[in-house]
């Protein structure tokens, strides 16, 4: 809020509009909007099947898609993930996608491959990882493969960092994690986003998400059926209506 008591406007750093996508002949993705600012942890919220990973996938350009995205302003071509990924849209996919043979310390370093051989900001990307998951410093030998869900999902994140985003996108963090690990890798990505890294937060836990998130987008069927401000949410009796519906 600001002194005059009106919500602020926060400049959409990731901006989608009428984002469409389909699988074969079923169309997964109806017409979303989204946006996700400066300092901005926005949650996605919604049943099995209701098309979130689909509309991740769809912003990074991963599967066919209409519509478009702004991001800094600019629209991002629909077909390119590796473009996107380079100019700072990041995606952490459900299951993770760390390479389970290769050492922590690897998998981190694949995250920064494009900076190439500048040792002093691999360094320093390195420690920032730290910062967030002093866990992982200790296990960076460790095959990551051998590590626990929790230890797997720091790393997956910790290797988005590493690559220096500009916006981050989360599929399903806590997916099988237990509370107090869950709770641990939520409030990093609170923090994250405190400290201005937009961050769009795919998540079945409502009343966790809606703790972290300035803004809840809830999609049904592959709608956004309601968008929510989680200081006005009463009970999450409230919520259920969207889910059963
Ligand atoms: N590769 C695919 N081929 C065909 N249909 C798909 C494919 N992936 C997803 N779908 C369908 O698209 C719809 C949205 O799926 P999506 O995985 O995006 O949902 P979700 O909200 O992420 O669900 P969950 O909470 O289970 O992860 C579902 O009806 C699903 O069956
Ligand atoms: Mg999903």
Known sequence: MTAAGTLEVVPPVLDVRGLTARYGHVEALKGVDLTAGRGELVAVLGPNGAGKSTLLR????????????????????????????????????EGRGIFGPMTVLENLELGAFAIGRDKAEMERRLNRVFELFPRVKERLKQVAGSMSGGEQQMVAVGRAMMSDPKVLLLDEPSLGLAPRVTGEILDTLG???????????????????????????????????ATINPREVKSHDELAQYYFA
């Open 58 to 93: 769809a912003i990074m350009g991963l599967i066919p898609n209409q519509g478009e995205v702004r991001f800094l302003d600019k629209s991002l071509p629909r077909r390119d993930p590796a473009g996107a990924a380079n100019k700072g849209v990041v995606l952490v996919p």
């Open 191 to 225: 923090a994250l986003s405190a400290s201005g890294l937009p961050v769009v937060l795919v998540e079945q836990k409502a009343p966790l998400a809606l703790k972290l998130a300035c803004r809840a987008y809830l999609l049904s069927l592959g709608r956004i059926v």
